[in-house]
């Protein structure tokens, strides 16, 4: 009877037919996503109702607000409040430099113009923040961060004090970019911002470089050729007479025998934006 069943065409195509849709039904079941796929119709925003005078009142003098109020009378411009000046009192709100004898070492003249600078950060403008006060107490001294979670953390905390717009920031970038393993074009634009009272913090770093010798972050070149170029009038012979000897140091030092490659060749790339 079997064999019989076997030489029936139609019997064995039936068969097939089943066993096909057994192995369909089986295979769409176990490729069902895990998720369901979510489809979001977007949804245009209803327009905002314009603001129309009541019946009866056009005909009197009167204006109407966009939020649809209604008042008597003609409309009454106001100014934008006044920006209160946020430098701290007595501070210095544009840059004022002292005389300098023309006698005068010049190096020793631009160490005087450094000094200024750091003691009048507020004087190319910015915001003193209390805010800001906080977050340097917090980010200073910079440290390694001690796991992802406080890596995040600092992260975050310095892009706040960047928009803080506080001179005093930029010590706590450059340090974060020098010893806290923390960099980004963030801090280079914040540096940048900040401007002139950003080199008195950023050049010590190029200096304990050239006496000390080993490596020397790129963060300090870059951001003072940045600086140096931008800023080339106040900074004067800051650029002239410290910057600028310090990077021919490393430069000459053709041979990597006390700096740490690649310092030679971004002291040289420093070197030729400020026109050397």
Same mark, same amino acid.
């Given at each position: 009877?079997?064999?019989?069943?076997?030489?029936?065409?139609?019997?064995?195509?039936?068969?097939?037919?089943? #066993?096909?849709?057994?192995?369909?039904? $089986?295979?769409?079941?176990?490729?069902?996503?895990? =998720?369901?796929?979510?489809? $979001?119709?977007? &949804?245009?925003?209803?327009?905002?109702?314009?603001?129309?005078?009541?019946?009866?009142e056009t005909e009197r003098g009167g204006h109407v607000h966009e939020d649809g109020t209604w008042h008597e009378g003609a409309h009454e411009a106001h100014a934008p409040p006044a920006v209160p000046n946020t430098a701290p009192s007595g501070a210095a709100t544009t840059p004022d430099f002292p005389s300098v004898?023309?006698? =005068?070492?010049?190096?020793?003249?631009? $160490?005087?113009?450094?000094?200024?600078?750091?003691?009048?950060?507020?004087?190319?403008?910015?915001?003193?923040? +209390?805010?800001?006060?906080? *977050? #340097?107490?917090?980010?200073?001294?910079?440290?390694?961060?001690?796991?992802?979670?406080?890596?995040? =953390?600092?992260?975050?905390?310095?892009?706040?004090?960047? =928009?803080?717009?506080?001179?005093?920031?930029?010590?706590?970038? #450059?340090?974060?970019?020098?010893?806290?393993?923390? &960099? %980004?074009?963030?801090?280079?634009?914040?540096?940048?911002?900040?401007?002139?009272?950003?080199?008195?913090?950023?050049?010590?770093?190029?200096?304990? %470089?050239?006496? +000390?010798?080993?490596?020397? !972050?790129?963060? &300090?070149?870059?951001?003072?050729?940045?600086?140096?170029?931008?800023?080339?009038?106040?900074? %004067?012979?800051?650029?002239?007479?410290?910057?600028?000897?310090?990077?021919?140091?490393?430069?000459?030092?053709?041979?990597?025998?006390?700096?740490?490659?690649?310092?030679? !060749?971004?002291?040289?790339?420093?070197?030729?934006? *400020?026109?050397?």
């Amino acid at each position: 009877m079997l064999k019989n069943l076997l030489s029936n065409r139609i019997f064995i195509g039936i068969l097939v037919l089943l #066993i096909c849709g057994v192995a369909s039904v $089986y295979f769409l079941r176990t490729d069902l996503p895990e =998720e369901p796929i979510k489809i $979001y119709t977007p &949804v245009e925003p209803m327009p905002k109702p314009k603001a129309e005078a009541p019946i009866g009142e056009t005909e009197r003098g009167g204006h109407v607000h966009e939020d649809g109020t209604w008042h008597e009378g003609a409309h009454e411009a106001h100014a934008p409040p006044a920006v209160p000046n946020t430098a701290p009192s007595g501070a210095a709100t544009t840059p004022d430099f002292p005389s300098v004898d023309p006698n =005068e070492d010049p190096v020793e003249a631009a $160490y005087k113009r450094l000094e200024y600078i750091k003691n009048n950060p507020y004087a190319w403008g910015g915001v003193h923040s +209390e805010r800001a006060t906080q *977050l #340097i107490a917090e980010l200073m001294p910079p440290t390694l961060p001690r796991d992802e979670g406080h890596g995040e =953390e600092v992260i975050f905390q310095i892009l706040e004090l960047i =928009e803080q717009n506080d001179p005093r920031a930029a010590e706590v970038l #450059i340090g974060h970019m020098c010893e806290g393993g923390t &960099v %980004g074009q963030p801090m280079d634009d914040g540096l940048d911002a900040i401007g002139p009272p950003a080199v008195p913090y950023i050049l010590p770093y190029l200096e304990r %470089g050239v006496a +000390e010798g080993g490596r020397i !972050r790129a963060a &300090v070149f870059y951001s003072l050729g940045r600086l140096g170029a931008l800023y080339r009038d106040d900074l %004067g012979g800051i650029v002239d007479h410290i910057i600028i000897p310090k990077l021919a140091v490393i430069a000459a030092d053709e041979d990597a025998e006390f700096y740490r490659y690649p310092a030679q !060749r971004r002291a040289n790339e420093v070197l030729t934006q *400020l026109g050397q």
